[in-house]
């Protein structure tokens, strides 16, 4: 039998690589994990959920203090931006966070091989000076932002979210080119630290994915707390004059057009963001020296248990068909390592929950109400934040939740919500869904009181038509 240097090497270290390294490791196997960028941890921890998470905490402070709900609850400040120490504690946070899943790597003996990786042949990988070979590979390699054909991304005027969570100073105009859900949460940071905020969406409405009326709502909300919509509108060009030298800055000019044609307009402005979505790491990895193809949306497509069509070579994460999410990814790498380990990993994929980290928070889980009523008959229950206490109290009016049961089993097909801790809601919603609750178990649960969560179960009693508070 062949000798191999590992028995599971992972290429990438995000929350599907480093996770699925620890877990083999924990299983006895001797495991690598090759890493390209200078820290591990991937998009997640160094440039995407847990910076723009810093960004969003801290600006929402800000916010509070300046707008008025400090205010409302006797608490008077004037508050004043230093932008250096926000970025200061949110570089913190990917310090310390990244240097954790280094200590992590140390503790169960997960080796870092540094460098990115290439396929060489079946069973092996080069990855910087090295050539080095495992029984298993696994694809980890996640996903980078889909540029937009004709716009370049300098990351001064033009940013990705990358760029975007660095401005050394908030922009006058900001213009977003996607309403999806980093265009919101990116949107909603720099909308609160003082800049016009123009969101500009293909669509018709923003939110591909989530819930109609999720999506309406959310809209509503958004465009109530001051970034301005453009719907069904398509950015045909932008062109970026720059400032002097050492001036800093610049100014762009977006051409737009409505989606299904017509007369097209400009907007002028001091930065523009460009989040039309994100597309899987493929190129460089040397697929073709081991006879794997991408799909036709460039991902890897696996089975079940997340192998690909080549013997020992799996793959997980935003590289794979699904959401891209951390929390996906993390599950996936759990799964694949355990299956690696002759276990049986498994990952529901109809129970992912989806957050929007703004104020209030947007999330997720299971089928839309319009997806559901495409497979059969569903009652559907409602209730609004403005009849919870505790939102009452604490002045947080806006959003709802909404519980979808199918209409013969009362089984629950879906929950969505908008609320300041719909991400935290979400949760149990997930965890009912896991064990196959209906509307009525969900309605017969005591939730303590006064939470937030009171709104899931009064949304599971107005399944049936007897919620209490409305
Ligand atoms: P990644 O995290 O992308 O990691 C892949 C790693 O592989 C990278 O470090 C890369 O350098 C490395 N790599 C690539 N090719 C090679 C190679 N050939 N050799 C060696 N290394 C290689 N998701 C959420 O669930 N919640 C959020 O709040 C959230 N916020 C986000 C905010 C932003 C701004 C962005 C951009 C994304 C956000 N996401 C969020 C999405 C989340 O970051 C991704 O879904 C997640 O990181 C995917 O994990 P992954 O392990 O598949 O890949
Ligand atoms: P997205 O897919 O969420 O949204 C992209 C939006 O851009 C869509 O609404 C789409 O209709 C629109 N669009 C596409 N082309 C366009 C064009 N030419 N002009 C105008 N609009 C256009 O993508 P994203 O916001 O870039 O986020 C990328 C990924 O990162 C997502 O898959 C998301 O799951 C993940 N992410 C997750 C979180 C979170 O979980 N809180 C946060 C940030 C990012």
Not at 107 to 115: D, F, R, T
Not at 216 to 243: D, H, R, S, W, Y
Not at 265 to 290: F, H, M, Q, W, Y
Request: hydrophobic residues 40%.
């Amino acid at each position: 039998m062949a000798d191999f240097d590992y028995d599971v090497l992972v290429i990438g270290s995000g929350p599907g690589g480093y996770v699925a390294a620890i877990r083999a490791a924990q299983l006895g196997l001797k495991t690598a994990c090759a890493e390209g960028r200078e820290t591990l941890g991937g998009t997640c921890l160094n440039v995407g959920c847990i910076p723009s998470k810093a960004m969003l905490h801290a600006s929402e402070y800000y916010d509070a203090a300046a707008n008025g709900a400090f205010a409302k609850l006797g608490i008077k400040v004037k508050p004043e931006l230093d932008l250096d120490t926000m970025h200061g504690q949110r570089k913190d946070a990917v310090k310390g966070l990244t240097g954790g899943i280094e200590f992590l790597f140390k503790k169960n003996k997960v080796e870092w091989l540094k460098g990115y990786g290439t396929f060489t042949g079946p069973n092996s990988v080069k990855v910087g000076d090295r050539t080095v070979t495992a029984r298993n590979i696994v694809i980890a390699t996640g996903s980078s932002v889909t540029p937009l054909p004709g716009v370049e991304i300098d990351q001064k005027v033009v940013v990705d979210s990358t760029g975007a969570l660095e401005l050394p100073k908030v922009p006058a105009h900001m213009v977003v080119i996607g309403g999806g859900v980093i265009g919101l949460e990116l949107g909603s940071v720099w909308r609160r630290l003082g800049a016009k905020v123009t969101c500009v969406e293909f669509l018709d409405q923003i939110l591909p994915g989530f819930d109609g009326e999720v999506r309406k709502e959310a809209n509503k909300i958004m465009k109530k707390q001051g970034i301005e919509f453009k719907l069904g509108t398509k950015v045909t060009g932008v062109t970026v004059k720059p400032a002097p030298a050492k001036a800093g800055g610049g100014k762009a000019t977006l051409t737009v057009e409505p989606a299904k044609g017509g007369a097209s307009e400009t907007i002028e402005a001091d930065c523009v963001l460009v989040s039309i979505g994100r597309r899987p790491n493929t190129e460089g990895l040397g697929l073709d020296k081991v006879g794997l193809a991408t799909n036709n949306r460039g991902q890897i497509d696996t089975d079940h248990d997340f192998r690909t069509s080549v013997p020992g070579v799996w793959a997980i994460g935003d590289v794979i068909p699904g959401p891209m999410l951390a929390h996906k990814a993390e599950d996936e790498g759990i799964a694949v390592a355990e299956n690696i380990a002759g276990l049986t990993g498994i990952v529901n994929h109809d129970v992912i929950p989806s957050v929007v980290y703004t104020m209030p928070e947007i999330a997720g889980v299971g089928l839309t109400e319009e997806q559901a009523r495409k497979k059969g008959e569903v009652k559907v229950g409602k209730f609004p934040m403005l009849a919870n206490s505790r939102a009452k109290t604490n002045h947080e009016p806006d959003g709802f939740v909404k519980v979808v049961a199918d209409a013969k089993t009362d089984r629950v097909l879906g929950v969505w919500c908008i609320a300041s801790v719909a991400g935290t809601m979400i949760a149990q919603a997930a965890q009912a869904m896991e064990f196959g609750a209906t509307s009525e178990d969900i309605a017969y649960t005591c939730h303590a009181h006064p939470t937030h969560s009171e709104a899931l179960k009064e949304a599971a009693m107005a399944v049936t038509g007897k919620p209490i508070h409305i």
